[in-house]
T-cell receptor, first 115, second 115 residues
Framework: AQKITQTQPGMFVQEKEAVTLDCTYDTSDQSYGLFWYKQPSSGEMIFLIYQGSYDEQNATEGRYSLNFQKARKSANLVISASQLGDSAMYFCAMREGYNTDKLIFGTGTRLQVFP | DTEVTQTPKHLVMGMTNKKSLKCEQHMGHRAMYWYKQKAKKPPELMFVYSYEKLSINESVPSRFSPECPNSSLLNLHLHALQPEDSALYLC??????????????FGDGTRLSIL
């Protein structure tokens, strides 16, 4: 069965610095996708970035990028030039299987950006 | 602004009340989801509708009753809830079974408190 592990319950970063949030996964599927979501204290889950298992390049979306290491089964989120508004909970997720709509989530990392 | 709209944003109800949570999306998605999220935890899947038919019920108690009247709307009917049901309820939508390549898009959630 698929499993997502986020080992950092909390992270601190100074404004304008880069930060890496860790995510490792376990799956027996050859084709899969990994998602990162941001959840501010207001509650909404905001989709940030997606990485497909067959994508040759690491995904990037603005200040967000994925450090995807398939052999190590890790998909770490890198946030560059952190802003105060980046303070939030961040979840890594993947579908439970190829032919299902069910997402499984990691336990999340709370990021706090300080001035 | 999120493309998935949930109402109400906050709801306080007694254990004997009947209420409904509503979710609407106009992205043409044919899969819709209800999640329950307790504080500092990842979202837990409750129900999945695919093409307006219930496809996944994660053994949710019958005091929660989902309904999908059409492809844009998803309701969650609540009756005789318990204090432990107090949580953030998130609705999401996505394309159906894309092999894990498309994200789920979430609403802002309804914060439910059971007195």
């Amino acid at each position: 069965a698929q499993k997502i592990t986020q080992t950092q319950p909390g992270m601190f970063v100074q404004e304008k610095e880069a930060v890496t949030l860790d995510c490792t996964y376990d799956t027996s599927d050859q084709s899969y996708g990994l998602f990162w979501y941001k959840q501010p204290s207001s509650g909404e889950m905001i989709f940030l970035i997606y990485q497909g298992s067959y994508d040759e390049q690491n995904a990037t979306e603005g200040r967000y990028s994925l450090n995807f290491q398939k052999a190590r089964k890790s998909a770490n989120l890198v946030i560059s030039a952190s802003q105060l508004g980046d303070s939030a909970m961040y979840f890594c997720a993947m579908r439970e299987g190829y032919n299902t709509d069910k997402l499984i989530f990691g336990t999340g990392t709370r990021l706090q950006v300080f001035p | 602004d999120t493309e998935v709209t949930q109402t109400p944003k906050h709801l306080v109800m007694g254990m004997t009340n009947k209420k409904s949570l509503k979710c609407e999306q106009h992205m043409g998605h044919r899969a819709m989801y209800w999640y329950k999220q307790k504080a500092k935890k990842p979202p837990e899947l409750m129900f999945v509708y695919s093409y307006e038919k219930l496809s996944i019920n994660e053994s949710v108690p019958s005091r929660f009753s989902p309904e999908c009247p059409n492809s844009s709307l998803l309701n969650l009917h609540l009756h005789a809830l318990q204090p432990e049901d107090s949580a953030l309820y998130l609705c999401a939508s996505s394309q159906v079974r894309t092999g894990g390549t498309q994200p789920q898009h979430f609403g802002d959630g309804t914060r439910l408190s059971i007195l």
